[in-house]
């Protein structure tokens, strides 16, 4: 008993990182961390060892922390694209044309890349990088989003299009620099 | 008429979430066509949903 409690204790800091990346507020990400650590004690027949018990954990952490978007998305959406208005001129071409990124196959073989990626999804305003993390990594789709965020499939798409215009700009940055 | 950059890279981001009409689609293509700077973009977003994968996947036994 003790020492299911002591392993699903030291798995902690890693459902730190994840729920924080996810939520972007820490008070929310150690609410559902401490969530998830207390089912998982309360629960722990339901693991009987057949995935890991980080998988198994963070497979609980994903619950709560839809849970934890779903209370924090009463907040009112403002919606802008005007951001990357910067990088098109006034008909709408790009200023400076997107160049290719050298060798992309062998930045997803590098550890190195996905600390830059992370850090880039850091930077992403918190609602847009929700959005982002709820479609490219719980997997889910527009319409899910949507209603978990309380806002229009139309707003939907804005915010993933800016996330994805940021990250872009950013990997380009950090990382494809010539 | 011919959609431009700032168009085409909103139609190539919805296309990762939604499918897109048949118009939506051959204007994308004859635009895609010509401009190197929206194909190199529509890749790079591309490679993100991989490298997006890839973080998701690798994270549980990280």
Redesign the interface.
């Known amino acids: 008993m003790d020492d299911f409690r002591s392993r699903v204790e030291r798995e902690r800091p890693y459902l730190l990182r994840y729920a924080g990346l996810q939520l972007r507020d820490p008070h929310a990400a150690e609410d559902a961390v401490q969530e998830t650590l207390l089912a998982a004690l309360a629960g722990e027949a339901g693991f009987g060892g057949r995935a890991s018990l980080r998988t198994w954990l963070t497979g609980i952490l994903k619950h709560k922390i839809i849970d934890a978007i779903r209370r924090m998305s009463r907040e009112a959406p403002a919606v802008s694209e005007d951001e990357f208005e910067a990088l098109f001129d006034q008909r709408g071409h790009w200023v400076e044309m997107p160049g290719a990124w050298a060798d992309p196959g062998a930045a997803l073989e590098q550890g190195r890349f996905f600390a830059a990626l992370e850090m880039c999804l850091a930077r992403l305003p918190p609602k847009t990088a929700r959005a982002f993390m709820m479609r490219e990594h719980l997997g889910l789709q527009t319409s899910e989003i949507c209603k978990e965020l309380a806002v229009t499939p139309t707003h939907c798409w804005v915010l993933l299009y800016r996330a994805r215009m940021a990250l872009r700009e950013c990997l380009s940055k950090e990382w494809f620099r010539k | 008429m011919m959609l431009?950059?700032?168009?085409v890279?909103?139609l190539i981001?919805?296309g990762?979430?939604?499918d897109l009409g048949f118009t939506e689609r051959v204007r994308l293509r004859v635009h895609l066509a010509i401009c190197?700077?929206?194909t190199?973009?529509a890749?790079?977003?591309t490679?993100?949903?991989?490298?997006?994968?890839?973080?998701?996947e690798?994270?549980?036994?990280?």
Do not use: H, I, Y
């Open positions: 431009s950059c700032k168009q890279t909103r981001s919805q990762l979430d939604r190197a700077g929206c190199n973009f890749t790079q977003v490679l993100l949903r991989q490298a997006m994968a890839k973080l998701a690798q994270s549980p036994e990280a």
